[in-house]
């Protein structure tokens, strides 16, 4: 088996701009990832707002805690809001995440019809924080790459506030 090293300074996508209401539900989610890291999960925090503001849903991952290993924040949050909304309101709403979506979370936004995305931390800065330990490895394929398989669009916005992303997982990763 071959060593992955990890992606030097130079190979991290770019930071994108957001606007100040974007910036805001996204502090939300970061805010979320903390709590999930205070519990004892991995520090992932999701946020699912309306366009009028109204938040569907939120969740923090809790695998820790749980031991579901499903118990990601961004489903954790679909899960909620999928109990109080329909899809076609889901469809007109954004998921915030702390992280950028993992495969499995990507999937569950397709399938609550969500089109909207904005994220902090990119897959390839978390895997510098997550190591090569095989348990905290992840499928390297970008949120990006499932949500162009889809019949329709969704947007995605991110990394953003790396800075502020990153910090809940300083020294987080064993």
Same mark, same amino acid.
């Given at each position: 088996?071959?060593?992955v090293?990890?992606p030097s300074?130079?190979?991290?996508p770019a930071?994108q701009?957001v606007?100040?209401?974007?910036?805001?539900?996204?502090?939300q989610?970061i805010?979320?990832?903390?709590?999930?890291?205070q519990?004892g999960?991995?520090?992932?925090?999701?946020?699912i707002?309306?366009?009028?503001?109204?938040?569907?849903?939120?969740g923090?991952?809790s695998?820790g805690?749980s031991?579901d290993c499903?118990?990601?924040?961004?489903?954790?949050?679909?899960? $909620?809001?999928?109990? *109080?909304?329909?899809r076609? #309101?889901l469809e007109? +709403?954004?998921l915030y995440?702390s992280g950028?979506p993992?495969?499995m979370?990507a999937?569950?936004?397709f399938?609550?019809?969500i089109?909207r995305?904005?994220y902090?931390?990119?897959?390839?800065r978390?895997r510098?924080f997550?190591?090569e330990?095989?348990?905290q490895?992840?499928? $390297?394929?970008?949120? *990006?790459?499932?949500?162009? #398989?889809?019949?329709? +669009?969704v947007?995605?916005?991110g990394?953003s506030?790396?800075d502020?992303?990153?910090?809940?997982h300083?020294?987080?990763?064993?």
């Amino acid at each position: 088996m071959t060593a992955v090293t990890a992606p030097s300074v130079a190979t991290f996508p770019a930071e994108q701009p957001v606007a100040e209401r974007d910036a805001t539900y996204l502090r939300q989610a970061i805010a979320l990832s903390r709590t999930a890291r205070q519990r004892g999960n991995r520090p992932f925090g999701s946020v699912i707002v309306a366009p009028d503001g109204t938040v569907l849903g939120a969740g923090w991952n809790s695998n820790g805690e749980s031991g579901d290993c499903t118990a990601h924040a961004e489903v954790q949050a679909i899960r $909620e809001a999928c109990q *109080r909304h329909d899809r076609t #309101a889901l469809e007109q +709403a954004t998921l915030y995440a702390s992280g950028e979506p993992c495969v499995m979370c990507a999937g569950a936004i397709f399938w609550a019809n969500i089109r909207r995305v904005v994220y902090g931390i990119d897959d390839q800065r978390l895997r510098v924080f997550r190591g090569e330990r095989l348990d905290q490895r992840d499928v $390297e394929l970008s949120c *990006r790459d499932v949500f162009r #398989a889809a019949p329709f +669009a969704v947007e995605c916005t991110g990394p953003s506030l790396v800075d502020e992303a990153s910090q809940p997982h300083v020294g987080a990763w064993k």
